[in-house]
């Protein structure tokens, strides 16, 4: 089965925010795009799943400093947030 990654607009602005504050971060996203279609639990992700009024969600790291939510259904991972741990907790 092939998943897709979903975005919206909100998701791509903050994205763009970040990428233009660090250009490396365009790079990181793409090698995440690549891991997360194969497998969304890739260790390297550190794919988590939250708790809380968030517990529909997952979180994985882009970075050390940098992290992405998104929801997960049968065949499409669709990105929520991006930015630092209390950006997008």
Same mark, same amino acid.
């Given at each position: 089965?092939?998943? @897709?990654?979903? @975005?919206?607009?909100?998701f791509?602005?903050?994205?763009?925010?970040h #990428?233009?504050?660090?250009?490396a971060?365009?790079?990181?996203?793409f090698? #995440?795009? @690549?891991?997360?279609?194969?497998?969304? #639990?890739?260790?390297?992700?550190?794919t $988590?799943?939250?708790?809380?009024?968030?517990?529909?969600?997952?979180a994985?790291?882009?970075?050390?400093?940098?992290? %992405? @939510? #998104?929801?997960?259904?049968d065949?499409?991972?669709?990105?929520?947030? %991006?930015?630092? $741990?209390d950006?997008?907790y």
């Amino acid at each position: 089965m092939m998943m @897709t990654i979903k @975005t919206d607009n909100p998701f791509i602005k903050k994205a763009n925010k970040h #990428f233009k504050k660090d250009p490396a971060l365009k790079k990181a996203y793409f090698e #995440f795009s @690549t891991k997360i279609l194969k497998n969304p #639990f890739d260790p390297s992700l550190k794919t $988590h799943k939250l708790s809380g009024n968030l517990k529909d969600r997952y979180a994985c790291s882009l970075t050390e400093k940098v992290r %992405i @939510t #998104f929801e997960l259904s049968d065949d499409t991972i669709c990105l929520l947030n %991006i930015g630092s $741990h209390d950006e997008v907790y």
